[in-house]
């Protein structure tokens, strides 16, 4: 196993494939180490108890490797846990509502934002803060999409079925005149074409993995923090899910493009950790 210093994505399930895919097409010379907690996602309908125990039982376990970022890639666990993990770990962490919310402010041209997301990031509303300190005139409107993490997860982001979930889900935002939609879950990019589909071309999706990888990349050159320099070969990825080992493969090898080795690990049960 290399010692090279990695940058550790957390999620919980495959939806932080999406900024893992853009960190590496962005910084190709890094080392990802990925973690899922497929066994337990989803977190969006779950307590910000039980959220942020899991969430610390994820990063307690990528701190045991040899780290120069972590990256919180999935907005639940961000609205919940990234002001606490800032606090407690010596190492730059990196959430996705902050970088999503520049993108869609940057995107916008009416003012018109909307945020799907998971019940506990709508419920938190951190995505409207975050959107509200950057430009107080907003129009902000958030949706809770339930049922959109589950498809993904089981591979059916291009079925009937996620159409239809799609188009039902999204019916009330058709009214909002929106011209920017923030995508507040790592997940929803595979469904992009879906949503993109139903909501018509007018309207931008905004997903925060470009974004955050920017900010990650511009972290590393800053010079602020001394960090060793990338190697100059093919980094030597780690992926690792609390799951099916099988079916996270499947998803990440079709997302990446690339052939994978995914490690299964499995983290406490309990929550009252
Ligand atoms: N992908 C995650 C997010 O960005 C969470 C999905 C879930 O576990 O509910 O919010």
Known sequence: MSEQQAIAIIDSGVGGLTVAREVMRQLPNERILYFGDNARCPYGSKTPEEIRAYSFQMIDYVLQFPLKALVIACNTATAVVLGEARRRLHLPVIGVIEPGARAAVMASKTGRIGVIGTETTIRTRAYEHALLRLHPDLYVVGLACPAFVPLVERGMQRTDEARETVTKTLGQLRHEELDTLILGCTHYPLLAPVIQEVLGEDIRLI????????????????G???FPPALLHSPDHLFMTSGDQ????EIAEEWLGRNLTVKRQVLEKSFQS
Do not use: N, V, Y
């Open 207 to 222: 997903s925060s993995a470009e974004e955050t990888a920017r900010e990650l990349s511009s972290l590393l050159c800053s």
């Open 246 to 249: 099988e079916k996270f493969r």
């Open 224 to 226: 602020q923090t001394e």
